[in-house]
């Protein structure tokens, strides 16, 4: 069964839960002629939306690309996401509302032993049902089964809460039924800030894991040819489809051939161990003993030396055109670009008189 398959399955099971634990409610509410026990009930079948919601994304993300949607819709899945967490903010923000009428309003609370039995079973199923769900999300990497699970896991807080401030009102007859249940509410909105906050980022464009930057380096280096990987971007469009981009170093004494085969070996073991659709450019080394190599071996030293400099690469010079180029890499220092790269080229000029020099600034996107 593939990821898909197995979040819509986790989601049919949250479905199927609420609906026999609102089916419970409501037969047993219709028997205690409870009003509160059937509103109860119907608040379980709206806590069904997150899985439904969950669901729809999940279909709509394996939507097959298109020309106006080339890469695919598996960005969908954050936008279901953003939804869950969204209802699980909102409840949160009412929730907390609620609690705060209640510390300046105590009420006192009337439980029946129907009552305390439908309390019980309602924060047993939710429970397990919610550590279910999280735990299906967490190891499918799908915030919105994720978000739904933890919605189910504070729906049985809420309520476990609710019946300990209850048992001390009762007992002890202090009522901190709103005090509990604004610092509860208060938990409620930070997490769901939180989830809001995971595929917000996504979407925006977050940096890649490091482990997986170094992993890639590291793979495309061991490739007979290859002298450095340098500029690694990749962008995700959902779970199942990633796009990127990396420059290798390689010799001047290649052919074009041999770096044709070589970036399409490269291309070719990147979808079948990563699943990335990687684009593969080439920096050239000067090799040999030359004047290329001489110069090649004074601008990088040279630009090496600065403290603010974290790498260099992608040195080229052409004779014929009289100009020379070469990347640099600057830490977090460094927030001006036009000024450092003017700074750069006044420093590099003595070692290359009548050169035209452009120096190019390329920012780490991938650790």
Do not use: C
């Not at 090799?287 to 992608?314: C, D, F, M, R, Y």
């Amino acid at each position: 069964m593939d990821r898909s398959s197995l979040i819509i399955r986790t989601s049919i099971i949250g479905i199927i839960a609420n609906i026999l634990l609102a089916t419970f409610k409501a037969i047993v509410g219709l028997l205690a002629s409870s009003v509160a026990i059937v509103m109860d009930a119907v608040n379980n079948l709206s806590d069904a939306l997150s899985s439904v919601i969950t669901i729809v994304g999940t279909k709509l993300s394996k939507l097959p690309p298109n020309r106006k949607h080339p890469f695919g819709y598996g960005r969908v899945e954050y936008f279901s996401a953003i939804i869950i967490a969204v209802i699980i903010l909102s409840a949160g923000i009412t929730s907390l509302i609620e609690s705060v009428k209640k510390i300046f309003h105590p009420t006192v609370p009337e439980y029946s032993a129907t009552t305390l039995i439908v309390i019980v079973v309602a924060i047993v199923v939710k429970l397990i049902l919610g550590k279910y769900v999280k735990k299906q999300g967490e190891q499918l990497q799908s915030d919105a089964l994720t978000a739904s699970g933890s919605d189910a896991l504070f729906d049985a807080i809420v309520t476990l809460t609710t019946l300990v401030s209850a048992g001390i009102m009762l007992l002890w007859s202090v009522s901190l039924d709103g005090i509990l249940g604004a610092l509860i509410s208060l938990v409620i909105i930070k997490a769901g800030v939180e989830m809001i906050a995971s595929p917000v980022n996504e979407l925006l464009g977050v940096s890649i894991p490091a482990e997986l930057s170094n992993q890639i380096k590291k793979e495309v280096s061991d490739f007979d040819g290859v002298h450095g990987v340098y500029d690694l971007i990749l962008n995700n469009y959902g779970h199942e489809v990633k796009i990127g981009s990396l420059h290798i170093a390689v010799h001047d004494t290649m052919s074009a051939h041999e770096i044709h085969g070589l970036t399409r070996k490269i291309t070719m073991y990147m979808v079948e161990h990563h699943n990335i659709i990687m684009t593969v450019g080439v920096y050239a080394i000067a090799t040999g003993e030359n004047s290329n190599t001489e110069l090649q071996s004074t601008v990088i030293q040279a630009l090496s030396a600065h403290k603010s400099i974290v790498q260099v690469h992608g040195f080229y010079y052409s004779e014929k055109d009289n100009y020379l180029s070469v990347d640099v890499v600057p830490d977090m220092s460094i927030h001006d670009d036009a000024t450092f790269t003017e700074q750069l080229r006044n420093e590099i000029k003595p070692l290359a008189p009548g050169l035209q020099i452009e120096i190019i600034v390329d920012h780490n996107y991938s650790e």
